[in-house]
């Protein structure tokens, strides 16, 4: 394959084939990446290169056919001539068809209904007509009937599914219906400038075009008047229907990464005229390319004829890749839950995918939405279906999510994240022990991920220079008893100590109280891995002996502790090895499997304790950053990271911290749970400055305060609104309010927040007490009747709060202006506030009014302003 691609297309009675066109016409076939023994044609899917068509070159446009004996294709060409390829060797003259007059060829569409018919559209000529219908069967087309649109020009055609009727967008400004059933053809026309893109859904029902940013939805049962506008933001380059799907629109727009859908619903059923659209925007690409600048634009999508929700993309004009949309969810009220999830239906059965088996026809649902239960769903599409939904659990649509999220936010979920208040939330252990681990990692303003403490990938930067210390090695030796020729090195480093808190574990010193919590809190089975992992052999047998008294069924615990009483690693190693690889499988307990792993390693290897997946991350992370050298660590760290971006798991934070890797991993959560409160609370307490600005995270944080809008709690609403302002105020520089003369409208802060310069007393106070400007005087303090910002009796000498006379105190918050909002008197602000604890009334004397009562607080609830 050379040069740029245009456009790629699946051919619709071979669900296993496809076609690009461009600089060359290519023929591929997919394969599974378990068949494919040989390198692939392409970088990122796998295929097989069938053939190639050399007598067209540079397409301009091209159209599979719905052949079923053999994939066919319409070229068309820029001088307006065409040619039908089946990408064999042998040449049929019959098959070309050039035009009266030479121009450009700007459309084709084959009929579903007869495979042969071929509609071709021209540019304008005034001479020649556009439109064109050739049946390839009877040769080039000749007959007067087979012409439409004379001196205009096609923008696009489309055939109707259920009868012979060719749409046309003419000469950007019509859409024409031509009627075909009968030998003298009618036309219908309907005035607009959508005339791109036309395309029916697989219903029936409904034709949708476009021009620029605008996508028209029509109704072919009534098409006098549009069904609905749809407006975009920027120009689109191609919309088309979800062949799988009953209604579901996909716009690519250009210079964008993103695939926007519209799911249009009807109000009533699918008679109704009364129609709306979900709208969402995802990115197709792969979460290791979505930010580093490998993809920068989707130019083509072309929807599997069969295949659940599957498509080809076009990137960058380039690279070809596959793409399956995340599972899609419906909702719709019931008498039992508020808004329950519906699971969306396929077009098509299961058992219509692929090839046709035991002369099975396939069957069409009759609506978009199942009506059965949410397991009943599940079963359907795991039963013979390529696409998996083993990723979500069988909860998600027995529960009612909203509801959920509801209450969480009732509770201030998210809003206040500390150990204690999500002790009280009725939450899962997942998500509780997620916030933990973000809570520990979260210091000084910053979520740092064992990444940036370990300093992997920073290369020569000041950071790296940061997290780079001696790193100590030391030989240990087993516990006095056991006998094990096995050597064991350890390594540490200042780096190493703070990943080992980050994970939560306690220095060697403190391993001891660190045991004794985790007894405490009957985590029985860590704690004594933990004490094994610290060649403690002795203290994990007494705490599995203690452990399996206070059991109903103590038999693991006991016989765990009498076969680590017993172990001598020389003597029985490889015994021990062959009796843990078979039982395995009937050790229930993660943590005591790892005891055995770890007592029977072999050399340096320790993958039978880091693959242990019942073990938390962060515990075999702290058992990498002690065991294992640099290098391993390195690539370990970076192995984990990517495993928690393809699974979405939020305990890979740990690891990422505030990056773009953790947003990727929220992403993938997000994708996988529908969880959108916690992605977006999660970036609200924890991601900053630029991070938090990605579109993502504002596209998150944005829907999560649109549901509390929706649910009436504005008070939740405003504590994050508040949280966020904090954010995006830290990385403001530009101050736009200011204090101003009431003489020459000039600001008076900046000399303010200036101290005097010791000099002379009397050029102090007269630069404070005056307008830098105009010198004219600033107010005059209610109370202690001083120009406002002077400095009173403030010397090298004196301390920085001294006692002046009527007992008030010198503070620097007593530079601050402070007026009533409705007298219109103030003064310095800590003269105002203590005045107004022990009385109501505004300080000057010919004024009554009431300042302090202007704001509901009462005397008894100001604190003192330090």
């Not at 219903?203 to 975009?232: F, K």
């Not at 949410?374 to 079963?379: H, P, V």
Request: charge should be neutral; hydrophobic fraction near 35%.
């Amino acid at each position: 394959m050379s040069g740029n691609i245009h456009g790629i297309s699946w051919f619709p009675n071979f669900p296993d084939k496809f076609v690009s066109w461009g600089q060359e016409i290519n023929l591929y076939e997919v394969r599974n990446k378990e068949e494919s023994t040989q390198k692939s044609r392409l970088p990122y899917i796998p295929v097989k290169f069938l053939s190639n068509e050399t007598r067209y070159q540079y397409a301009r446009c091209v159209a599979t056919s719905y052949h079923s004996d053999q994939p066919i294709i319409a070229v068309g060409l820029a001088d307006g001539k065409i040619g039908i390829c089946n990408f064999r060797d042998t040449y049929d003259s019959s098959w070309e068809y050039t035009p009266r007059q030479q121009r450009m060829c700007t459309c084709l569409a084959w009929n579903e209904l007869d495979a042969n018919i071929l509609a071709i559209g021209h540019d304008r000529h005034r001479s020649d007509s556009c439109i064109t219908i050739w049946d390839i069967e009877r040769g080039v087309p000749k007959e007067t009937a087979n012409f439409f649109g004379l001196a205009e020009s096609a923008n696009s055609l489309c055939w109707d599914h259920n009868h012979r009727m060719l749409i046309a967008g003419m000469s950007q400004k019509l859409i024409k219906l031509f009627d075909l059933r009968q030998s003298n053809t009618t036309c219908q026309s309907i005035q607009t400038k959508t005339v791109q893109g036309l395309s029916v859904a697989p219903n029936g029902n409904y034709l949708c075009s476009y021009v620029d940013s605008v996508i028209m939805l029509w109704d072919l049962r009534a098409i006098e008047r549009p069904l609905r506008q749809i407006q975009s933001s920027r120009n689109h380059m191609q919309i088309s229907w979800c062949p799988t799907r009953t209604s579901l629109l996909s716009s690519l727009q250009r210079d964008s990464p993103y695939i926007t859908l519209y799911d249009i619903r009807s109000v009533d059923n699918e008679s109704c005229r009364e129609v709306y659209h979900v709208k969402r925007q995802i990115s197709p690409l792969p979460a290791k390319y979505q930010h580093s600048g490998k993809f920068a634009a989707v130019n083509w999508l072309s929807w599997h004829p069969r295949d659940f929700e599957r498509a080809l993309l076009l990137a960058d004009a380039l690279n070809i890749l596959e793409f399956r949309l995340p599972a899609s969810l419906h909702t719709a009220f019931s008498n039992r839950s508020k808004l329950p999830l519906l699971m969306q239906r396929p077009l098509y059965t299961p058992a219509a995918v692929g090839s046709s088996t035991n002369n099975q026809e396939p069957t069409q649902a009759t609506s978009s939405c199942s009506t059965n239960s949410a397991s009943s769903t599940l079963n359907e599409y795991n039963a013979g279906s390529s696409l998996s939904f083993d990723f979500l659990d069988r909860e998600l649509f027995e529960e009612d999510l909203l509801e959920e999220t509801r209450q969480r936010a009732m509770q201030d979920y998210g809003i206040k994240p500390d150990n204690t208040r999500l002790a009280e939330l009725h939450l899962s252990p997942y998500l509780r022990n997620v916030w933990a681990t973000l809570n520990n990692m979260h210091s000084e303003e910053r979520l740092t991920g064992l990444k940036a403490t370990l300093g992997i990938n920073l290369g020569h930067t000041s950071e790296a220079l940061m997290a780079s210390s001696r790193i100590e090695s030391q030989l240990l030796q087993w516990p006095d008893g056991i006998n094990n020729s096995n050597k064991l090195v350890s390594y540490r480093s200042e780096q190493r100590d703070k990943a080992l808190q980050l994970c939560g574990w306690s220095f060697e010193q403190e391993l001891d109280r660190f045991i004794d919590e985790l007894y405490a809190n009957k985590e029985f089975s860590r704690a004594a891995m933990i004490c094994v992992f610290h060649l403690k052999v002795l203290a994990a047998c007494n705490i599995l002996s203690r452990a399996a008294d206070k059991q109903r069924d103590p038999s693991m615990y006991r016989i765990t502790a009498i076969a680590l009483s017993s172990f001598n690693a020389d003597r029985c190693s490889s015994t021990w090895r062959n009796q843990r690889s078979s039982a395995s499988m009937q050790i229930q307990d993660p943590h005591l499997r790892a005891i055995f792993s770890f007592l029977t390693l072999e050399g340096d290897n320790f993958d039978a304790v880091l693959r242990e997946e019942g073990i938390s991350l962060a515990d075999r992370v702290a058992f990498a950053c002690k065991y294992l050298s640099e290098t391993k660590l390195t690539e370990y760290i970076k192995q984990r990271i990517q495993r928690c971006i393809e699974c979405g798991d939020l305990n890979g934070l740990l690891l990422t911290g505030e990056s773009m890797d953790g947003i990727n991993i929220l992403q993938a959560y997000m994708d996988a749970s529908f969880d959108v409160q916690t992605v977006a609370l999660v970036a609200i307490n924890y991601f900053r400055n630029e991070h938090f600005a990605d579109n993502r995270i504002q596209y998150w944080v944005a829907s999560y305060l649109d549901y509390l809008n929706s649910w009436g709690l504005w008070e939740k609403r405003a504590e994050l609104d508040i949280k966020i302002e904090n954010i995006r105020s830290s990385t403001r520089t530009a101050r736009t309010v200011y204090l101003s003369c009431n003489f020459c409208g000039k600001s008076v802060s900046n000399a303010l927040l200036d101290e005097p310069r010791p000099r002379s007393t009397s050029t102090s106070t007269n630069r404070l007490s005056s307008c830098p400007s105009c010198r004219k005087p600033l107010p005059r303090c209610s109370l202690c009747l001083m120009h406002m910002g002077t400095m009173i009796n403030t010397s090298a000498s004196e301390k920085t709060s001294t006692e002046l006379q009527g007992g008030w105190q010198m503070k620097p918050f007593s530079k601050w202006f402070s007026w009533c909002q409705t007298c219109r008197h103030g003064g310095h602000t800590e003269h105002i506030v203590q005045w107004f604890k022990q009385n109501s009334e505004c300080p000057v004397s010919s004024c009554n009014c009431r300042c302090f009562d202007m704001d509901g607080t009462k005397p008894h609830a100001l604190r003192e302003i330090s």
